[in-house]
């Protein structure tokens, strides 16, 4: 098929957008109140179409199709029809989501509870994941250094170290927190105005608002329109989740940050900033979707670092 395109192939589109996201990542970290208002062009540019779609193709998702029916390993890797035709779209500003199809999974440890995964199309799965590819290193420069959770580079080791260092250095409780159905709970309004803080381009911000207000089709056949939440199983879900929670992150960071970033202070030191009102804590956030068991001097426990 003669698209008119120049498409790469994977390892080129690869390399022309990991030295973007370098570039993004860059100017974001140097100018901490920097907007960026021209990203909607390389959503479609086509190395981030290939990639995003070489993501899609290798994920375990991949074997799993949406509303449409459509199982994404069923398209040969090297097509590029349906790249072409989401270029296209996403460039005239025509696309727009298909509905979420829901399937309802066993939730670990709990065989009575469910959980809610989302299922996009494959053609909704590699917009997402350009957009993902667009927005992370923009966003990556602004996270909490305690924010562990669906991050690049991170993992729930890391998080486990973490607790483990403030554990040798005199921190001896662990208070584990959760917020019950985080992804289905995210408040759009909140989300999109936090997203406002770095994202000015307008036709970015629709086309994630667009992602969140896709319709779920639920298993019984029932369309929903979606009030709040994103769908976990969603390609950019994660990210948004990290988003909406970095004003968490950053709650606790400045009260660690005002109190002197005390890691080795003594109990007596702590008790007077205790005293003044100032944070002696520090939050280790990750996900729910780990448990580990965490030896330390104080003894053996099972610690969950999370409160998302």
């Known amino acids: ?17 990991r030295r973007m996201q370098s570039k993004l990542h860059w100017w974001s970290t140097r100018e901490a109140g920097r907007l960026f208002d021209d990203l909607h062009n390389l959503v479609y540019d086509p190395a981030f179409l290939v990639h995003a779609w070489e993501r ?6 991949g074997r799993t199709a949406g509303v449409d029916g459509v199982v994404p390993r069923s398209i040969p890797k090297e097509s590029i029809v349906l ?7 996403l460039k005239e500003r025509t696309f727009h989501p298909n509905l979420v199809r829901e399937k309802l999974i066993p939730k670990p440890g709990s065989p009575t509870k469910k959980r809610r995964l989302g299922i996009p199309t494959t053609a909704d799965r590699i917009v997402q994941a350009s957009l993902k590819l667009v927005l992370e290193p923009i966003f990556e420069a602004d996270f909490q250094p305690s924010s562990y959770g669906f991050r690049p580079r991170r993992r729930a080791q890391d998080a486990i170290a973490e607790i483990h260092m403030l554990g040798t250095h005199g921190y001896q409780w662990v208070f584990e927190a959760d917020i019950e159905a985080c992804f289905d709970r995210i408040d759009h309004t909140a ?3 936090r997203m406002r803080h770095r994202i000015a381009d307008k036709r970015v911000v629709a086309l994630v608002k667009s992602f969140l207000k896709a319709g779920i089709l639920s298993e019984d056949g029932i369309d929903r329109d979606p009030q709040m939440g994103t769908p976990q199983g969603g390609i950019l879900s994660p990210l948004l989740a990290n988003i909406a929670l970095s004003v968490l992150d950053d709650h606790f960071q400045h009260k660690w940050d005002a109190a002197g970033g ?24 990750y996900v ?15 610690v969950m670092p999370t409160v998302a």
Do not use: I
């Open 1 to 17: 098929m003669n698209t008119g395109e120049s498409w790469p192939d994977f390892d080129e589109a690869w390399s022309r957008v």
């Open 56 to 61: 899609v193709h290798g994920n375990k998702g």
């Open 83 to 89: 790249l072409s035709q989401l270029r296209t779209s």
């Open 191 to 193: 989300l999109v105005d």
């Open 262 to 285: 005390g890691v080795r202070y003594p109990e007596s030191r702590r008790a007077a900033l205790r005293r003044k009102g100032f944070a002696t804590y520090r939050l280790v956030r």
């Open 288 to 302: 729910d979707l780990c448990r580990r068991r965490h030896k330390s001097a104080y003894g053996d426990r099972w």
